[in-house]
T-cell receptor, first 115, second 114 residues
Framework: AQSVTQPDIHITVSEGASLELRCNYS??????LFWYVQSPGQGLQLLLK??????LVQGIKGFEAEFKRSQSSFNLRKPSVHWSDAAEYFC?????????????FGTGTQLKVEL | ETGVTQSPTHLIKTRGQQVTLRCSSQ?????VSWYQQALGQGPQFIFQ???????GRGNFPPRFSGLQFPNYSSELNVNALELDDSALYLC?????????????FGPGTRLLVL
């Protein structure tokens, strides 16, 4: 069964500092990988996705993530955090199947940005 | 803005009642998925509908049921509500083309069961 682990429940960074959120997955083959962000009381917004090809993927709002097969990881990074980045971040994995893609989410990392 | 809308935004029900939540997908998207997000948790997959047929279900009992309509709308029905059903319910629409699919989420319906 597929699973996702986000080891950090809470992270606090200063505005302007760099950010890395960790994500490890368990799946028997190469998965589809996603990062979503959720602001308080809101739905999920897609930040970026990995299907295949270049293992470094660029997303919206200046975020990027790197797929490392050997480490089963898909960490999210941003070189300079803005106060508006404070939110909860979810990593998700989906199976490669035709006709449907059920996402399995991690428990999320709550990001706090200090001014 | 994902183009996915949900109604109502908030709902309060009592234990034992039935509830219907609604979702309007992006035009042209042939797949809708429903997720339950309990407080402090990640979303949990309930089920998915593809071209109006159920296309997979997570670990949820049969009192959770759904419908998908040709006009890109869908419903999640929950019978015999329990206190643990209190959660944010998210729908996600996607266009399945080949082996790749990206799910776009609506803002959610927050359900409180008393």
């Amino acid at each position: 069964a597929q699973s996702v682990t986000q080891p950090d429940i809470h992270i606090t960074v200063s505005e302007g500092a760099s950010l890395e959120l960790r994500c490890n997955y368990s799946y028997g083959a190469t998965p589809y990988l996603f990062w979503y962000v959720q602001s308080p009381g809101q739905g999920l917004q897609l930040l970026l996705k990995y299907f295949s090809g270049d293992t470094l993927v660029q997303g919206i709002k200046g975020f990027e993530a790197e797929f490392k097969r050997s480490q089963s990881s898909f960490n999210l990074r941003k070189p300079s955090v803005h106060w508006s980045d404070a939110a909860e971040y979810f990593c998700a994995v989906g199976p490669i199947t035709g006709g449907g893609n059920k996402l399995t989410f991690g428990t999320g990392t709550q990001l706090k940005v200090e001014l | 803005e994902t183009g996915v809308t949900q109604s109502p935004t908030h709902l309060i029900k009592t234990r034992g009642q039935q509830v219907t939540l609604r979702c309007s997908s992006q035009s042209g998207h042939n797949t809708v998925s429903w997720y339950q997000q309990a407080l402090g948790q990640g979303p949990q997959f309930i089920f998915q509908y593809y071209r109006e047929e159920e296309n997979g279900r997570g670990n949820f009992p049969p009192r959770f049921s759904g419908l998908q309509f040709p006009n890109y709308s869908s419903e999640l029905n929950v019978n015999a509500l329990e206190l643990d059903d209190s959660a944010l319910y998210l729908c996600a629409s996607s266009l399945v083309a080949g082996r790749q699919e990206t799910q776009y989420f609506g803002p959610g319906t927050r359900l409180l069961v008393l």
